[in-house]
Structures are given as structure tokens and as C-alpha cells.
Nanobody, 124 residues
Framework: QVQLVESGGGLVQAGDSLRLSCAAS????????MGWFRQAPGKEREFVAA????????YYTDSVKGRFIISRDNAKNTVYLQMNSLKPEDTAVYYC?????????????????WGQGTQVTVSS
């Protein structure tokens, strides 16, 4: 079992930055990828970014490219999401997740473990 704990959310103004963290603990961590997803009120959960744990390849949804950066610290089993130039439409609960097996990192259904989520609110 893997436990994920997110932190770093909050209320900011448009144009500000936030950094989310997600620490993984539990059994020896050997996931294929870690991802960030978000869910706004009344909307489905959507992919934001992902990183392949061993080689560090990164993936982003188009709406955050150039503004968000995903990174990881293998020694700490922690993944980060640096969010810059935040917009009101980035407002959502952000979740981190672990995908254990090789596959499409964009696919929400392929992730095995999820954190509890952290709220990000961007005011205009």
C-alpha cells in the first residue's frame, strides 16, 4: 500500500505562484509514474501533469504548458508541481496519484493510488 499526502494549496491572486508537494510513503515505492490531476466544481477530474519516476520524462496538458512544472525528488519519494502565472480557471482540488504499471500516463483510470487532494483557489 502506498500513502500519498499533498500539501501547498491555498488562495492566491491571478498571476501568483504556488508549489504543490506530494509525499509518497508505505511499501517500497517503485511506481512507474506520478501524476497531478485536478477537479473543479461540477467538472470531471482531469489530467494536469505527470512524470515518469525513473527517467524523469514529463507530460502536461495543453492549458498548463509553459506555466506549470512537475519535478520529483527520488530520495524523498516526493513529486512537486510548481504553478506559475496562475489563472482563475486553475481553481480546483488538485490530486496526486501513482501509476504502478507501464501505460498511458494521461489516463486517470490507470492510476492505482490517490492522495486526499489540496484546494487551489485563484481569485481574479
Amino acid at each position: 500500500q502506498v500513502q500519498l499526502v499533498e500539501s501547498g494549496g491555498g488562495l492566491v491572486q491571478a498571476g501568483d505562484s504556488l508549489r504543490l508537494s506530494c509525499a509518497a510513503s508505505g511499501r517500497t515505492f517503485s511506481g512507474y509514474a506520478m501524476g497531478w490531476f485536478r477537479q473543479a466544481p461540477g467538472k470531471e477530474r482531469e489530467f494536469v501533469a505527470a512524470i515518469k519516476w525513473s527517467i524523469g520524462t514529463t507530460y502536461y496538458t495543453d492549458s498548463v504548458k509553459g506555466r506549470f512544472i512537475i519535478s520529483r525528488d527520488n530520495a524523498k519519494n516526493t513529486v512537486y508541481l510548481q504553478m506559475n502565472s496562475l489563472k482563475p480557471e486553475d481553481t480546483a482540488v488538485y490530486y496526486c496519484a501513482v501509476r504502478v504499471n507501464i501505460g498511458n500516463v494521461y489516463n486517470l483510470a490507470g492510476y492505482n493510488y490517490w492522495g486526499q487532494g489540496t484546494q487551489v483557489t485563484v481569485s481574479s
